[in-house]
C-alpha cells in the first residue's frame, strides 16, 4: 500500500510538470491576458543581465520548473516502483523529498491557483501517509 501511495503521489506532481512544460510551449495558458504586458516584457532586461529578456527569462523559468517537476516525480516514482525498500529504508530521501514538496506547496500558497495547491496537497498528503504505513 505504501508503494502505491508514493507512486500517486509523486505522479501528481510529474503530471503537473508536463502540464506546465506543455502549457509553457502549446497555446497561451501561461502567456499575459494583456498582450502589451508580452510586448514589454519582450523588450525589457532583468537588471542583472542584458544578455535576456523579461520574457525569455519568464518562458525559462517556467520550463524549468516543469522540467523539475516531472524529475523529482519520475526519480521518486522509479525509486517507489523499483526500488521501493531502499527509499523507505532512506531517510534522507524521504526528507529530501518530503521538502521539495513542501517547498511546492508553499509556492502554490503563496503565488499560484487553485488547481496546483489541490493537486500538491493530495501529492503531500499521500506522501505522508505512505510513509506512515510504510513505517508501522
Excluded at 26 to 39: I, T
Excluded at 73 to 100: N, P
Excluded at 106 to 114: E, N, S
Excluded at 122 to 135: D, E, K, L, N, T
Aim: charged share 10%.
Amino acid at each position: 500500500m505504501h508503494t502505491i501511495l508514493m507512486t500517486i503521489s509523486v505522479s501528481i506532481i510529474a503530471l503537473l510538470g508536463g502540464a506546465h512544460l506543455l502549457l509553457t510551449f502549446a497555446g497561451p495558458k501561461l502567456r499575459p491576458r494583456d498582450e502589451e504586458v508580452q510586448r514589454l516584457m519582450e523588450h525589457s532586461s532583468p537588471i542583472i543581465t542584458k544578455q535576456t529578456t523579461m520574457w525569455k527569462a519568464w518562458m525559462g523559468f517556467n520550463a524549468s520548473h516543469g522540467i523539475g517537476a516531472l524529475l523529482f516525480g519520475s526519480v521518486y516514482g522509479y525509486l517507489a516502483i523499483v526500488h521501493s525498500e531502499l527509499l523507505f529504508a532512506s531517510k534522507a530521501l524521504l526528507i529530501i523529498g518530503l521538502l521539495t514538496l513542501l517547498g511546492y506547496l508553499v509556492l502554490a500558497v503563496r503565488y499560484w491557483f487553485i488547481n496546483p495547491l489541490v493537486g500538491i496537497t493530495v501529492s503531500v498528503a499521500c506522501y505522508v501517509i505512505s510513509i506512515g504505513v510504510a513505517w508501522a
